[in-house]
């Protein structure tokens, strides 16, 4: 008898823990799938097709015209940057299109690189194949294209990833003391392969910096024709003619271009002790609110959804009482 209840009382308990498993996965699907980025397929409103130029060229005076963001409307207009996003057709209407919708709408010219043309989007063709062993190809073509197209266009041209995201107005407090005759490269500094910037991070050229690399990427002895590595590359080919990572670090010491998303910057222990980061940074890898300049530029590995958050963030949520100065936290 007591054998019999003891396996009674062993079904009801599988048979509990069976049931309160399945509520929790059935709960977690749930809760995964309410985390996925809603991707809505492309409609007449994405198609910017009317423009002449697959740059978009935006009206700053709507998103500066409030009285106390006069500084960065003054800066947007002395300071003209024109962002490059490395993205491709399958990627084009998910990561892309958040990143022209938030903070891309902020560059002076914007223009997606992709290997297919896009007239709707809208985003440049380079007729580069697609794949991780042609990204340093199909970089050689996009500043190729934007020497050649949109030089005069900007004084500073920096290039990122489609899930990257840049704050724009830091950007150009960074780069105002700077002389884009001058050859400046900027970025998340690597020690590795003699040195070179983040290509995740995301990388600025000065308008001489542009001419030069141009320059060199004509003689195939010093800049590679053909690389597994882009970012790499890059630091190699400017090295060449005698340009090289400068500091991009606050007066703090705290970085200003990130290679992941803020929360694994931010937050100790999502960045284990052996991860590559530390070994690829030049400068000591800080974890914690430390990690960061209050100026902050770019940050990488961001979700689309994560772009509408972190823009809405920035951009719309003001805490009452709080006022935050335009004291330059840079080196000059």
């Not at 003891?6 to 929790?24: D, E, H, W």
């Not at 005698?242 to 705290?254: A, F, L, S, V």
């Not at 960045?271 to 590559?276: D, E, F, H, L, T």
Request: charge should be neutral; charged fraction near 20%.
């Amino acid at each position: 008898m007591r054998c019999y209840f003891s396996t009674v009382n062993k079904a009801k308990v599988f048979l509990l823990g069976f049931l309160v498993g399945l509520i929790i996965t059935i709960l977690l699907n749930s809760w995964l799938a309410e985390q996925k980025d809603y991707y809505p397929s492309p409609t007449t409103n994405d198609c910017y097709k009317t423009l002449t130029s697959p740059a978009i060229f935006n009206n700053l005076n709507d998103l500066y015209s409030k009285k106390e963001e006069s500084v960065a409307l003054e800066l947007a207009r002395k300071v003209r940057i024109l962002c490059w996003v490395m993205t491709h057709p399958v990627t084009l209407y998910k990561n892309a299109k958040a990143a022209r919708d938030t903070w891309g709408k902020r560059c002076n010219i914007i223009l997606f690189m992709s290997s297919v043309q896009d007239d709707c989007f809208p985003a440049v063709g380079l007729g580069v194949a697609e794949g991780r062993e042609n990204l340093w190809l199909k970089t050689r073509a996009a500043w190729k294209y934007i020497f050649e197209n949109h030089f005069n266009d900007a004084e500073w041209f920096i290039k990122v990833d489609d899930d990257a995201f840049v704050v724009l107005e830091n950007l150009r407090l960074f780069l105002n003391p700077h002389r884009t005759t001058d050859p400046h490269y900027f970025g998340r500094h690597f020690q590795t392969f003699k040195g070179y910037n983040s290509g995740g991070a995301g990388y600025v050229f000065s308008k001489e910096t542009l001419r030069r690399f141009v320059r060199v990427m004509k003689d195939p002895f010093l800049c590679k024709e053909v690389s597994d590595f882009e970012d790499k590359e890059i630091g190699v080919c400017l090295s060449a003619v005698g340009i090289y990572p400068e500091e991009t670090r606050d007066i703090k010491g705290r970085e200003t271009f990130h290679p992941f998303h803020p929360l694994v910057h931010v937050m100790p222990g999502l960045i284990k002790s052996n991860n590559w980061l530390y070994q690829y940074s030049k400068w000591e890898v800080r974890i914690g609110p430390e990690c960061c300049s209050d100026n902050s530029i770019a940050f990488h590995y961001i979700r689309p959804n994560d772009m509408y958050f972190l823009n809405f963030v920035l951009y719309q949520v003001h805490p009452f009482g709080i006022s935050h100065s335009n004291v330059l936290n840079y080196h000059v």
